[in-house]
């Protein structure tokens, strides 16, 4: 064969370093987009946080001006193509504990670098000292550790004992558990080989369990279920001895929980030589106890969602609409340093065009940021648009909707709507909910529409929550009942969405 040229035309989809800055702040989480706002800001020294304000107009695209969002350009073109060996002695290693916990006290962004996003100031109320932040009062309640270990100050104790206590305190998860057993915990102080050293830790280990189960949440302390509502019962019979259901149920535990979860009374009674009746009353008494005795003490700034859009009602009637905004206190306010950015001009020289470079950097990034919240409202506010009868009724008034759907009316890809509503949040007079939450598929019904599975799965929990205690419904009959609403729905389907709903199933449901 002989060599020979040819030209040939093809094309190919390139993603230039905007275009993946783009679809990466798109599908970022509110906690992720602050974090990479704040590495943005350590690395590129032409960007700064705004310090001045500037009207709310200022900073988000019109519905004219933005069409299709930089990030689905992209999506629609994409779419085409354990311990040392050398431990230390018993006391010398509870001595270093003790010693180590010494003192412990427990729009179109342009080139004149204009500010954005200057008006997204936090939202105070105007009653600070009557209404308390959430999460300072998470903050302010202190975590369970903290608890047991001033607790554990007022003991009397030898160095030794109260250091065993305090590796125990630290041991205990956030539920109020010690996972590992007490031989684990001593194996982590002393050499595996030294099996009379690890015997010393474990008995030093017993006492301090002992105290610290006489610590306070009742019930701390337990390396199981069984024995955190036998804690329980017993400090309840120290403050009533006589107290014939408390000294049934401590019999009821005695046995084990696989016959409670079974509800096996005859059984039971028999086990415990009482009549049924008693042992109804004393699982009555055991559903009662706490079974995380550390819930109080769990954080919940843990818990807590900010939502990236808010809805609320405006004006009254019997059609009420709904204004959708962006919530401006997870807007990142940022602009390009004018300081930095004037002493550029006129400037020549390769470190000149590297400066020039991450001036650009900046300002692709404070525009990405501002495409990612325009496209977030214009996805939500077609959401809103179509899901009213769910923000005035609630979830039985839920309507099927796909991502398609949503795509085709502002021209955007399925991927692009996907990253919008993933991890983002909308406040709304039904609640807070993710985005994803409000599309759902659909079921078949008499009618000929479609009844959304949102609404089945809320017809499901109504009928529960009104069934009779003593004769729950079976899936089979919820089946029938959902037919009878002229939704078609399968016994295993209604089986599918009682599990998503954890609803346990009729047998387990029955009313003691």
Request: aromatic letters at 4%.
């Amino acid at each position: 064969m002989k060599p020979s040229l040819s030209l040939r035309m093809s094309q190919h989809l390139a993603l230039t370093p905007q275009l993946q800055q783009s679809i990466r702040l798109l599908q970022l989480s509110t906690l992720e987009l602050s974090q990479e706002v704040d590495q943005m800001l350590d690395e590129n020294p032409f960007l700064e946080r705004a310090s001045e304000e500037a009207p709310m107009e200022d900073y988000g695209l019109s519905q004219a001006d933005a069409k299709v969002s930089l990030g689905d350009r992209v999506s629609e073109s994409a779419s085409d193509n354990h311990s040392d060996d050398n431990a230390e002695p018993r006391e010398e290693a509870l001595t270093d504990i003790a010693e180590s916990w010494e003192g412990d006290g427990s729009v179109d962004m342009q080139p004149d670098d204009s500010e954005w996003g200057g008006d997204a100031g936090s939202r105070k109320n105007n009653s600070d000292d009557d209404v308390a932040d959430a999460t300072e009062l998470a903050r302010s309640a202190g975590s369970l550790t903290d608890h047991l270990h001033r607790q554990a100050l007022s003991l009397r104790l030898s160095d030794i004992d109260r250091a065993a206590l305090r590796f125990l305190i630290e041991s205990v998860n956030e539920d109020g558990y010690l996972e590992d057993s007490l031989a684990e915990l001593a194996a982590t102080l002393a050499p595996a080989d030294d099996l009379e050293q690890i015997d010393e830790l474990v008995h030093r280990f017993t006492v301090a369990l002992g105290l610290l189960q006489s610590l306070e949440p009742v019930g701390v302390g337990a390396r199981t279920l069984n024995e955190c509502l036998q804690l329980q019962l017993r400090a309840q019979l120290r403050e009533d001895p006589e107290d014939p259901v408390a000294q049934a149920a401590l019999k009821v535990c005695g046995q084990g929980l696989e016959l409670t979860a079974k509800r096996d009374f005859k059984k039971l009674a028999q086990l415990c030589g009482e009549d049924e009746a008693q042992i109804k009353a004393a699982l009555q008494h055991i559903a009662r106890l706490e079974p995380k005795p550390g819930r109080p003490f769990v954080q919940a700034e843990r818990n807590i969602i900010i939502p990236d859009v808010i809805v609320t009602t405006v004006g009254r009637g019997p059609t009420p609409k709904f204004r959708v905004q962006l919530n401006p206190d997870v807007m990142p306010k940022l602009r390009v340093h004018d300081i930095y950015a004037n002493a550029l001009r006129g400037g020549k020289g390769d470190n000149h065009a590297g400066l020039q470079q991450r001036l650009q950097e900046a300002r692709w990034f404070i525009k990405n940021i501002q495409q990612r919240f325009d496209t977030i409202l214009r996805v939500s506010t077609a959401i809103v648009e179509r899901q009213k009868n769910f923000l005035t009724h609630g979830e039985l008034a839920m309507r099927p909707l796909v991502l398609r759907e949503i795509a085709d009316e502002l021209g955007m890809h399925e991927s692009t709507i996907s990253r919008v509503t993933t991890a983002k949040y909308m406040h709304t007079p039904q609640g807070t909910f993710e985005l994803k939450y409000f599309f759902g598929s659909g079921l078949g019904t008499d009618s000929g529409n479609a009844a959304s599975s949102t609404a089945v799965r809320a017809l499901i929990k109504q009928f529960v929550a009104a069934e009779n205690p003593v004769k729950p419904l079976s899936d089979n009959q919820l089946s029938e009942m959902l037919k009878e609403q002229g939704i078609d729905c399968a016994r295993r389907t209604v089986a599918k969405y009682r599990e998503a709903l954890r609803i346990a199933p009729a047998n387990l449901r029955k009313t003691i």
